[in-house]
C-alpha cells in the first residue's frame, strides 16, 4: 500500500495532526499513561475519536473525505461497500465521487483493484 500520507494534502496532513494531538491530550488529561498511548488500538481509538468528532468538517472537505477514504478503506473495501458508499454519496450531492466508487465495485469484482 502507498503512504498514507501521500493521499493528503499538506494542509489536510496538518489539520488530521493536529486533531490527533488533540485527542491524545485529552486522552493524557483524563490519565492515560506512556504505555497506553504507545498500544495499536489505542491508535485506533484515537482515530475513531477524531473522525466522530469532526465528521461535519471533513464531510464538508471533499478532498479530505477522500483522502481519508483512500487511506482508510480502499485497500479493505468490498465491492458492496464501494456500491453502499455510492448510493450515500449520491444522496448527499457527490455525484464524482458516488461514480468512482461504482467504478472501484466493477473493478474489484473484475480483480483488477
Given at each position: ?91 448527499q450531492g ?20
Open positions: 500500500m502507498a503512504n498514507p500520507s501521500s493521499r493528503f494534502k499538506a494542509e489536510h496532513l496538518d489539520r488530521l495532526n493536529l486533531w490527533y494531538e488533540e485527542e491524545l491530550a485529552a486522552f493524557k488529561a483524563k490519565g492515560a499513561t506512556d504505555d497506553f498511548l504507545t498500544e495499536p488500538a489505542f491508535a485506533d481509538l484515537v482515530l475513531a475519536q477524531v473522525l466522530k468528532k469532526h465528521e461535519d468538517e471533513i464531510r464538508a472537505d471533499k478532498e479530505l473525505t477522500e483522502g481519508l477514504f483512500m487511506a482508510l478503506c480502499f485497500d479493505k473495501a468490498t465491492p458492496a461497500y464501494f456500491r453502499k458508499m455510492a448510493t450515500e454519496y449520491r444522496e457527490y455525484a464524482e465521487l458516488a461514480y468512482n466508487c461504482g467504478v472501484c465495485a466493477d473493478r474489484r469484482e473484475r480483480g483488477e483493484i
